[in-house]
Structures are given as structure tokens and as C-alpha cells.
Antibody
Framework: EVQLVESGGGLVQSGGSLRLSCAAS????????MTWLRHTPGKGPEWVAS????????YYMDSMKGRFTISRDNAKNSLYLQMNSLRAEDTAVYYC??????????WGQGTLVTVSS | EIVMTQSPATLSVSPGERVTLSCRAS??????LGWYQQKPGQAPRLLIY???TRATGIPARFSGSGSGTEFTLTISSLQSEDFAVYFC???????????FGQGTKLEIK
């Protein structure tokens, strides 16, 4: 069974940092693009960042450039998101997802990030 | 940025009914469109990609259509487990630049 499990969320003050992790299992992790998305209740999901199989290509939503860094460790079947200079508007549930044909399937269960001002 | 607009925001329907959800793109995305279902407390689940191709394991009562700027998701006969929020997502400008609609919530009438 394909499974993605996020961890690392929590409460952080504005300007602070967090590192999210996503543990993958049940598929050949090193063969897929991987993505971070986030979702605030009442709004549509928001794409955050994507990375290709070997880490040579990384893309970010404009508002995250310079603050967030996506990375992966294929030996550990893990995806990461380093988030710095956090703002109140970054408060959301963060999901990792496997990317195939530019759609996301599956998504993990999510980890909540709350940024207090 | 391509803006995705879904309508209506909320739809009250009865089990067994046929329902059609709409998604409009601010510019043409060809058939680079996906649909997702999200139930309370769960992550979104991919239903449709390429505007009309069902993802693995998705029941045949779900169908997608459209191209360019206008898309629809149809559920032929609503089951109790289908009451959820549905999102569309465009991926024309990949990578990067994916955008989602704000969602349509299906409620039990």
C-alpha cells in the first residue's frame, strides 16, 4: 500500500522556523516527483513546492521562494520542507503528495502548522 | 496565474440524484485538469485527471468532461459516501504553477 506520513508540524511564532518530514512507503520513492501542498479550511488547496526524482529540479510558489526549501533523501524514502521566516498566513495543514502526470496521488494525512503573531 | 473558479460553492442534493459540478479556468488549460474529493478529517483524493480519465479505483459513477476553460464533474447517482468537498486543479503550466479551485461542498438535502 502506498503511504505518506508527514510529521514536524506545530505551533511557532512569527519569524520562526519549522522542518516538515514526509516518510514514504509502498512505492519506488526515487522514481517520482514529490510535492508539498497546504490547505486552509474554507479555501482551495495551495501548491507549495515540487522536486524531481534526483533533486536537480525544484520549483516553488512565488510567495515561498527564499523562505521554504524542499529536499529529499532517496536512501531514506523521505521528503522534507524547511520553512523559515514563517508568517501568520503560512498557517495551514501541510501535505506531501506523490506527483504523477502533474496531479497528486496520494496525499499524506497532513501535519498542522500554526504560526502565531 | 491561472485562476480556477468552481460553482456553486454549496450544493444540497439527495442520495440517488445525478449531480454536476462546474469548474472554470481564467484561460485555456486544454485538458490539463484534475478533480479531487475531500471528506472531513481526510486528505484530498484524486478522482479524475486529464479532464476525463478516472484515477485507479474510482467508481464509474464519477465522470469528468470539458476542455479549454469549462469543465464538469458528474456523479451519476449520489451515494452517501459521496457527500464531501470537491476541488478542481489545473496543471497547464507544469512545472510549476498548479492552481486549485476553492471547492464545491455537496450536502445532503
Amino acid at each position: 500500500e502506498v503511504q505518506l506520513v508527514e510529521s514536524g508540524g506545530g505551533l511557532v511564532q512569527s519569524g520562526g522556523s519549522l522542518r516538515l518530514s514526509c516518510a514514504a512507503s509502498g512505492f519506488s520513492f526515487s522514481s517520482y516527483w514529490m510535492t508539498w501542498l497546504r490547505h486552509t479550511p474554507g479555501k482551495g488547496p495551495e501548491w507549495v513546492a515540487s522536486m524531481n526524482q534526483d533533486g536537480g529540479e525544484r520549483y516553488y510558489m512565488d510567495s515561498m521562494k527564499g523562505r521554504f526549501t524542499i529536499s529529499r533523501d532517496n536512501a531514506k524514502n523521505s521528503l522534507y520542507l524547511q520553512m523559515n521566516s514563517l508568517r501568520a498566513e503560512d498557517t495551514a495543514v501541510y501535505y506531501c503528495a506523490r506527483e504523477t502526470r502533474a496531479v497528486f496521488d496520494p496525499w499524506g494525512q497532513g501535519t498542522l502548522v500554526t504560526v502565531s503573531s | 496565474e491561472i485562476v480556477m473558479t468552481q460553482s456553486p460553492a454549496t450544493l444540497s442534493v439527495s442520495p440517488g440524484e445525478r449531480v454536476t459540478l462546474s469548474c472554470r479556468a481564467s484561460q485555456s488549460v486544454s485538458t490539463n485538469l484534475g478533480w479531487y474529493q475531500q471528506k472531513p478529517g481526510q486528505a484530498p483524493r484524486l478522482l479524475i485527471y486529464g479532464a476525463s480519465t478516472r484515477a485507479t479505483g474510482i467508481p464509474a459513477r464519477f465522470s469528468g468532461s470539458g476542455s479549454g476553460t469549462e469543465f464538469t464533474l458528474t456523479i451519476s447517482s449520489l451515494q452517501s459516501e459521496d457527500f464531501a468537498v470537491y476541488f478542481c486543479q489545473q496543471y497547464k503550466n507544469w512545472p510549476p504553477g498548479y492552481t486549485f479551485g476553492q471547492g464545491t461542498k455537496l450536502e445532503i438535502k
